[in-house]
């Protein structure tokens, strides 16, 4: 199974300028400690993985992704699910809110909380968004293989 999903990121206004990307957080009484995820989802029949990341992240956030890359594919060690990413700066003045059900929270946070937060799978993408905005962003965290 593939989803697609985005990595969307910007400059934190209150944070000394540092590196902050957009996260969501599953709903649900039994997502109460799942980890939070990238914004993605399934394409619909037909749809090109770029076009379904743009859809899963209006859908989940409300936020319309501008310009995106390819960040590369990821795969859960035990589903086996497979989630192709697109990276991008945010739209300046992005205000992420849950926009539905699928969701509970929707929002930015730092390189380092993101580490923290997202699913352990996904966390080399956090790495690969690291090394294409430059060595200063922030330093990889432990145990962030590269999966291809």
Known sequence: MLSAGTLLYRRSSDDGGAWEVLL???????????????PKGLPDPGEATEAAARRETLEETGVEAGVLEELGRVRYRKSRKEIVAFSGPAPDGADPRCASWEV????????????????????????????????????????SPDIA
């Open 24 to 38: 969501v957080h599953p709903s649900g009484t039994y997502n109460r400690r799942a980890p939070w995820s990238i």
């Open 104 to 143: 509970d929270r929707a929002e930015f946070v730092s390189l380092e909380r993101a580490r923290e937060l997202l699913h352990p799978d996904q966390a080399p993408l956090i790495d690969r968004l690291v090394d294409r905005l430059g060595a200063g962003a922030a330093a990889p965290g432990p145990g």
